[in-house]
T-cell receptor
């Protein structure tokens, strides 16, 4: 089976712009979670989607949003980018709550 | 709150054993363990569920003490490929934490020849 894919892999944006990141889960996985990873804060949960519904959200401002499509692919959007949004954004898919989450390679976002 | 991992770092020689611990102040539904190498995504190692069920790679073993909300990852006969940062991720019990893992700060494991 193909693994989780994320596009783009690298992105450079300017403060104030917005960005959309994409994630394609492993075939058959309907749950997609998004995480932000930074050296200072570590791995932090952003949100989780299942069957196009957001079931959980982390403690991030409203500038961070996401959605999931009927084929389980997911996107996350960050509006009005700030320097502090520079991070590795990881998505992970899982079959159920009783199985592990499988991570994609991530999107490295740099905000200048 | 974030689970607490210990130790923060460990250095081994090939063939030696190590134990990494993860402790939470909340009642847990599950504990996940991941290994991340520099510049790569975290790789799933093991999930331990409330009630005793566990799933993961054959060569990895772990335990979950539900009374203490503590988990330990056991790495035996370490190999060079075991080097990396190990994270535990916890899912809180209560039925509302779908897909939400709270990660510890990580344990850096270095294996030397």
């Amino acid at each position: 089976k193909a693994g989780v894919t994320q596009t783009p892999r690298y992105l450079i944006k300017t403060r104030g712009q917005q960005v959309t990141l994409s994630c394609s889960p492993i075939s058959g996985h309907r749950s997609v979670s998004w995480y932000q990873q930074t050296p200072g804060q570590g791995l932090q949960f952003l949100f989780e989607y299942f069957s196009e519904t957001q079931r959980n959200k982390g403690n991030f401002p409203g500038r961070f949003s996401g959605r999931q499509f009927s084929n389980s692919r997911s996107e996350m959007n960050v509006s009005t980018l700030e320097l502090g949004d520079s991070a590795l954004y990881l998505c992970a898919s899982s079959l159920s709550q009783r199985t592990g989450q499988y991570f994609g390679p991530g999107t490295r976002l740099t905000v200048t | 709150q974030q689970p607490v991992q210990s130790p923060q770092a460990v250095i081994l020689r090939e063939g030696e054993d190590a134990v990494i611990n993860c402790s939470s102040s909340k009642a847990l539904y599950s504990v996940h363990w991941y290994r991340q190498k520099h510049g790569e995504a975290p790789v799933f190692l093991m999930i331990l569920l409330k009630g005793g069920e566990q799933k993961g790679h054959e060569k990895i073993s772990a335990s979950f003490n539900e009374k203490k909300q503590q988990s330990s990852l056991y790495l035996t006969a370490s190999q060079l490929s075991y080097s990396g940062t190990y994270f535990c991720g916890t899912e809180v019990a209560g039925g509302t934490s779908y897909g939400k893992l709270t990660f510890g700060q990580g344990t850096i494991l270095t294996v030397h020849p």
